[in-house]
Every structure is written in structure tokens, then in C-alpha cells.
């Protein structure tokens, strides 16, 4: 399904019946990264499964930013009705999360990331250097997107007082240390460094991830 928002137009896959459930890929991915995810999911919940602002079949576009980006799920959120979902983001979809739920306080009743980051140098310095070097020969607008965003300071991350689940990998691409600090500056945060998994192993075409995110959501709020 279509829907045209803050002058895009987004692709989502709506599926199963219960309450809402939102899910967000990565950078340079779409939501088919989340095939052996949805069918678990959609047995108890609702799920929207979207593809963010070009990328996969949503319209292509040169503005990217984490902010709009943002802006655009509020939107969806907003005029589909959908009432106090629950969202999950992986990587960049995990730093969108983060937006909307300092930005657009109330829109969301739980939050879950993944291999999120507050700003580039949270990432590991050889993988930000690849970055960089893939970035000047192939110019594409996504890396620079790593390159130059996000910048979320730390204390914005105490106007948060939903139920956030903190993930990454023992490998990841992001610090662990980096992974640490947003768990302590989140108000009602749990922290779970899954073993022997990196950045997106236990979350692309995977089943890994469902426990976490059904134990989660069973748990009550604070």
C-alpha cells in the first residue's frame, strides 16, 4: 500500500490483526528484510511494515535526513490513525525511533532499537573510515547520510519515559560503549548485547529477534 506524506510517497505492508506494531529497516535496505519476522509478529499484532523515504518501493528522493525521516513515520503514524503503536528500528530505522520519540512525545507506547547511534562517531572508527572511502567514489547521498548525521545529544535522550528495549550485537559496528550510553540516558531502558551476533545477523531474514521483541512487549510498563 501507498500513502503520500510530507511530500513523499511511502510504501507500507500492512498484515495480521492486534495491536499496532511498526517496523523500520536500515540504511540502503526495505522492509523484506523482515520476512521470516513478520509472519511471528503478525500472529498477535498488527504490523506495518515500511519502507522508508527512497528506499525499496517507496518513491525515489534526493532529501534525506534523519529529521525528515522522522517526520514522515509521525505522518504516517497520524493519518493512518494508528493509536499508541509500538515501533521497532534497526540501525537507522533505530535512530528514527529515537527522533520520534523525543520529538513527538505520546505518539508511541514502547520503543525498540538496534545497532542505533547518536552521532557517526558512534560507530567504530574502521567502519566509519570505509564509509568514508566507499563514499567519495560512489557519491551516494545514503553514506553521506552516516557521514554527517545523526546528532542527538545525549541528554535528549531523558525526555524518553516510554518502555525502550536497547540491542546490538557483540559485534556490531557500533560501540558497545556507544550502545551503554544510550541505555543509561534512557529514563525506563533495558540493555541486551546479543553474543556472537553482529550488526544485522540476528535481525535480516532472521527469527533471532522475535523473543526479544515478544518478551518486551509482555513485560509492563513501569
Known sequence: MYIHINRQILFYEKTGEGPPLLLLHGNGEDHT????????????????????????ASNPTDEYS????????????????????ILYGFSDGGIIGLLLAICYPGLISRLIISGA???????????LHKIKQHYKKSGNPLELLMLEEP????????????????LAGEHDIIKTS??????EKLPHALLAIVPGEDHG????HSDKLYPYIRDFICQESP
Do not use: C, W
Request: hydrophobic share 40%; no cysteine.
Open 33 to 56: 528484510i523482515f520476512d521470516v519476522l513478520i509472519p511471528l509478529l503478525s500472529q498477535t499484532h498488527t504490523v506495518y511494515a515500511i519502507d522508508s523515504r527512497g528506499h525499496g
Open 66 to 85: 534523519y529529521a525528515g525521516m522522522a517526520e514522515d513515520i509521525e505522518q504516517l503514524i497520524t493519518s493512518l490513525e494508528i493509536r499508541s503503536p
Open 117 to 127: 547511534n547518536l552521532h557517526p562517531h558512534g560507530m567504530k572508527r574502521t567502519v
Open 151 to 166: 546528532d542527538i545529544p545525549p541528554s535528549a535522550l531523558t525526555k524518553i519515559h516510554i518502555p525502550v528495549l536497547v
Open 178 to 183: 556507544h550502545t551503554r550510553l544510550i541505555a
Open 201 to 204: 545477523s540476528y535481525i535480516i
